[in-house]
């Protein structure tokens, strides 16, 4: 009856295993109870099983998008002897899951918990800018181009975005042979962004949305503020990925016109992101801290405000267009994009990889 | 609760109510919904709010056609004939027939004050016509109100003990109840009393059933004392059903002894040899379906020395019935588990070496009734009798978990309680403590939420109508 763990492609910590042991437990306690199959795909995926092996959880771990509805409607939280506090032992797993399958795992364990470690990281990096814009200014011109030559950038770019990239390219690998899955169906896909694109397992099953800083009553401010921040990211994502395109194929060279597809996106994407990420960081810091990993609660938040800054620098910098400010500006904006992209595999940009694996993996389970 | 509570006794209260579960928060809103100022003193903390209400999941449910998300339709006929079975008649038809009546109408009520409602959970199949699972359970369903009464005004206090209710001449007067450290006397215009059965005074119990019943577990919330019930009965009030009794199951020996809830139950007898603590069998395990036995099962354990059975089964059948919340314990032999168990000397072994050889050939249908029964036995197993022959073998603790107690006060249509010269003038009581008018015997599945809220509601609009 009791399963024998997979071994593991890394080596796991004692402080892993340890709340890998804790999760188990109480998502035994769940699977004999069954009273939230109906809140998110991570009840109907414990239902599936009898017991759990370690891979399970952390799959499990992944899949919970932190609604906490099954917490506030559970008859076995604190001070009963079962102390159920599902949402607090899964964000645990989680979060320990991304430094497991990181590198250098101790790096994600920094950045992880202090928050303090990624405003650094922010200020040398502006401070790189700072100088390095004076000195790498082209003999000529136009845009911000006029102040850091378009070929600096992307040297500088290119590397600090791809090798972040190929680390969670790798930990993604490894945590998709360790669940077991196997090759992906359109379907599967399908499944797995719906799910994601509408943030289904923030909706408390049926559109009510979640509990999280208003006690035990249910809004959707967490999940439409998670979808402005989201859909913020890829539209910045995009209209990046267009100009460099414009640049590079169509030969047209920035600044832009208003009018023109770079703008189009970025300018109502930088609102999103801004907006969603400063929104969830309110509701960060008016939530019960005691339902999440508390212990990264200050690296969440930095990594929240980081990313809340990269739109809104990107957006002072465009409002800035032709004034002193500019190269200043630019520093600042540089700096934190280039933070965000070398501390994706360190930070909660984890979530957004794994949480769509543990959804292909689910839509996998369920087919 | 810093806050000193003096001030409760100075408004003048239309409404107080007495328990802070189902019934009670049903009353309470439909009184609030009538402009009444509520008073409700829920007796336990904050965090253990909602009486036996918070491990429920269900409410069962009249309906003519699909109703949210039940299917099909449940006839109020069909539900009459489920209740005589169950109780073998010993209910109040009139009022049995009129709660049925109402909980159609209720159902779209609950949803309108927050209660959301979900399909049939995995496992519960069978109950998907007749039964409307509350998504999240009955701690969700709990939630929803209390949100509902803030929203309403209803003035909620918790750890609320209420000692006494002072009537005269039929007419309640006030309530004298202990918040925290402050005894306060509270006088209102009417009460409801919502504050359920005794099952968790055991001392109590243990002077009903027998001192058997100091070895029984509590399922639910270890609040409901039957203080207030008590109070009445020694102020003449007229009560029902049976003083002695209990509603008890069987459920993992290992439970906490309150507050369990659904997680304790095992579902693994059928499909078992039970035996008490000298290793002898002493009841046919495969009677019945588990949901039609379960319930009996309470009662056999009961019977036994130390209150304590032991369910064995072997690795054919242990994924057979729902996960257990503990473990089983586990050993490769019958003589290494009856060890374990605390089972002496090889009197396990005989037994189940006497019960494998009468085992028939044939085919086994762990879901339906398949005959497959043992031979010679003082007491065969008539269904599911397949040898105990394949290690690892499993064996779970059975203790009694007691769900409720029947004895109650008795009350009208109105939900209106009595006394033996007439009726109270003021004085409403809805839920637990006055199901046994209805439930005289045995339980059907999520009726108890169908009296809380019928009656819960009948006596928060009467109680407002009279107050005002």
Redo the contacts between chains.
Sequence with gaps: ??LKNRPMTNNMTDAFTGSITEAQRQV??C?????????CAVF?AI?RQ?SFIQTDIIQLANLCHNCQ??Y???????????SINLPKALADVRVKSWQHYSYPQWFATRFQQHGVAVAVTLLLAVILFLILIPRLQPASGEGFYATLSHTAMVLLFAPAFIAPLIIIGAGIRHYWRDSGGASLTLAHVGAALRSAATLKNLSG??G?GCNFEDG??FNNNRRWLHQAAMYGFLLCFASTSSATMMHYVFNLQAPYSLLSIPKLLGIPGGVLLTVGCVGLAWLKLRADESLGASAVWGGEMAFTLLLGATGATGLALYLATGTPLVPTLLAIHLGTVLTLFVLMPYSKMMHGFFRMAALLRDAQKQH | MAAPYTDLTTPHWDVIVIGGGNAALCAAIEAAEASATVLLLEGAPKVYRGGNSRHTRNFRCMHKGPLSKLTDSYSADEYFDDLIRVTAGNTDEALARMTINESESCLPWMEEHGVRFQPSLSGTLSLSRTNAFFLGGGKALVNAYYNTAEDLGITVVYEAQVSHLTIDNNTFKSVDVCIGTQSLSIHGATVVLASGGFQADVDWLARAWGPAAKNFLIRGTPYNKGVVLKNMLDQGANSVGDPTQCHAVAIDGRAPKFDGGIVTRLDCVPFSVVVNTSGQRFYDEGEDVWPKRYAIWGRLVAAQQDQISYAIIDSKSIDLFMPSVFPPLMADSIDGLAQQLGIGGTALSRTIDAFNASCPSGDFHPTELDGLATQGLDINKTNWARPINQPPYYGYPLRPGVTFTYLGLQVDKNARVSASNGPYNNIWAAGEIMAGSILGQGYLAGFGMTIGTVFGRKAGIQAARYAA
């Design positions: 009856m009791p035994q306690i699977n004999a109870c069954r009273y939230c199959e109906g809140y109907p239902n009898r509805g099954c506030h409607a559970c008859q076995y939280t604190d001070p009963h002897e079962f099953g049926q009510q035990d009553r």
